[in-house]
């Protein structure tokens, strides 16, 4: 004889991601607003271009976008610009 009960129909729970809530938002969740043939040029100084790529290529990857990062000089600032090719 066993001590534990068999249930059937219990739902499984979805797979936790790291400990973060389901509300977790990244701060560059603007990216995602992106249509296709769309840029968006970001400062330096209000992030790091190694920040960006991480976030476009996981965001990529999650929704199925491409998306081409280029480090660029307009208007004598330094920053990315930032592409959505599909």
């Known amino acids: 004889m066993s001590n534990y009960t068999f249930d059937e129909g219990v739902?499984?729970?979805p797979v936790s991601t790291g400990g973060r809530s389901a509300t977790y938002k990244s701060k560059?969740?603007?990216i995602s607003?992106?249509?296709p043939n769309q840029s968006?040029?970001?400062?330096?100084?209000r992030h790091k271009s190694v920040n960006l790529s991480q976030a476009t290529a996981?965001?990529?990857k999650?929704?199925?976008r491409k998306f081409v990062l280029r480090k660029r000089?307009?208007?004598s600032i330094v920053g990315t610009r930032i592409w959505r090719t599909s």
């Open 11 to 13: 739902p499984i729970p």
């Open 28 to 30: 560059y969740a603007f």
């Open 33 to 35: 607003m992106l249509n």
């Open 40 to 45: 968006v040029f970001i400062p330096m100084s």
């Open 58 to 60: 996981r965001l990529g």
């Open 62 to 64: 999650k929704m199925d």
């Open 73 to 75: 000089v307009e208007n």
